[in-house]
């Protein structure tokens, strides 16, 4: 009987964690991980979000961003912009640092919004209190769809957001 329950929380313990290894490959999620960087100077900009895929659904209306709120500018986890030095943002100071990165999008203005709670699941827990920096930029039309959000650093500083038909760019120096 000794042998058996021994067995039995063995066999318990083994699926456990194994489930537990599983959930912690962020490859597997239906909307991967993915980080870009670029050198700007001195200073590396990294972005690090997850992709969802548009699979059909209708930006705006049943997938976010949706209009008027704030988007976690990603899947999972809030979206993490970083920066090792000090740079502009549309002409605005942004000190270095790890920000939670966010999007406000109100039909062709969108928000662009760095927040110094980075380490967070989704916007749930956005607090506009929060918020260093917060810079408008123009919305538009994408020149191709993109079926995965995707995330670009030109070698000039220009960020270019895409997603489903959208895209939206803005200036980092």
């Not at 059909?56 to 961003?65: A, F, Q």
């Not at 506009?128 to 994408?142: F, M, T």
């Amino acid at each position: 009987m000794k042998k058996l329950f021994s067995i039995s929380l063995l066999s318990l313990l083994l699926l456990t964690s194994l489930n537990s290894a599983a959930q912690k490959d962020k490859s597997k999620r239906p909307s991967p991980p993915a980080t870009v960087s670029q050198k700007l100077g001195d200073a590396t900009i990294t972005i690090t979000y997850s992709q969802p895929s548009v699979k059909g659904r209708t930006i705006g209306d049943d997938l976010e961003p949706l209009p008027g709120k704030v988007w976690r500018a990603g899947a999972n986890e809030a979206t993490v912009f970083e920066t090792d030095k000090d740079v502009m943002v549309e002409g605005k100071a942004l000190p270095k640092g790890k920000y939670g990165f966010f999007i406000l999008v109100q039909e062709e203005k969108w928000t662009i919004i760095f927040n110094k709670t980075w380490d967070q699941w989704g916007a749930f827990k956005y607090n506009e209190a929060d918020d260093v920096l917060r810079v408008q930029v123009r919305g538009g039309k994408a020149a191709e769809f993109a079926e995965q959000l995707t995330y670009k650093i030109s070698d000039v500083g220009i960020v270019t957001i895409s997603w489903g038909s959208n895209e939206t760019k803005f200036a980092v120096k």
